[in-house]
């Protein structure tokens, strides 16, 4: 998949999947909308990674490192001992669509490189 292909859909996905988690409990968190602002940047970035400006894909794989971010709450929601299982499943296909983003990124970087 092309770098801003699985960018654009990480960027799509880490908004509506966070904002339907902010937005589906009754107290939200304001730490909530971490993952849709990483996917607003990513998505304003979206044109740069098509045009393969190296600045702005460089900054797109340091907020797609930091999408991982959410390993954390998975971890937490995992461990607790009534488990959310709709909870873990959003965060988890938030982290696999990064991951898929990110490994588009470093294919997309290692291409590069040989070319």
Known sequence: ????????LNSLV???VGLYGFYS????SGTALIAPIIGV???????GIKNQNKTIAHIAVLLTL???????????????????WDKAL???????TSLIAMISF?????NARRA
């Open 1 to 8: 998949m092309r770098p801003y292909k699985a960018s654009l």
């Open 14 to 16: 880490l908004i509506v």
């Open 25 to 28: 409990v009754t107290v939200p």
């Open 41 to 47: 940047l990513l998505l304003g970035m979206n044109d």
């Open 66 to 84: 930091l999408s991982f971010a959410l390993i954390y709450p998975l971890y937490k929601e995992l461990k607790s001992e009534e488990i959310q």
């Open 90 to 96: 959003r965060i988890g296909f938030m982290l696999l």
């Open 106 to 110: 470093v294919q997309s970087f290692i």
